[in-house]
């Protein structure tokens, strides 16, 4: 079977109310540029999604 539709990356983040808040902005920002020099990027996909 040939998928030549991008794989999604799902990141899940949970932050206790006793700790600080998370900077989710940063590490997907670390992330998207880490896809950017992997050999096979094109094959993901990192999509943003809204909170649950």
């Known amino acids: 079977m040939?998928?030549?539709a991008?794989?999604?990356?799902l990141i899940l983040a949970a932050?206790?109310?006793s700790t600080s808040?998370?900077?989710l902005d940063?590490?997907?920002r670390e992330?998207?540029?880490?896809l950017q020099?992997?050999?096979h990027r094109e094959?993901?996909?990192l999509q943003m999604g809204g909170q649950f």
Request: hydrophobic share 25%; no cysteine.
């Open 2 to 4: 040939n998928n030549d």
């Open 6 to 9: 991008p794989n999604k990356i």
């Open 15 to 17: 932050n206790p109310a």
């Open 21 to 23: 808040r998370l900077r």
């Open 26 to 28: 940063e590490e997907v």
């Open 31 to 34: 992330i998207e540029n880490g």
């Open 37 to 39: 020099s992997a050999k």
């Open 43 to 45: 094959q993901f996909r």
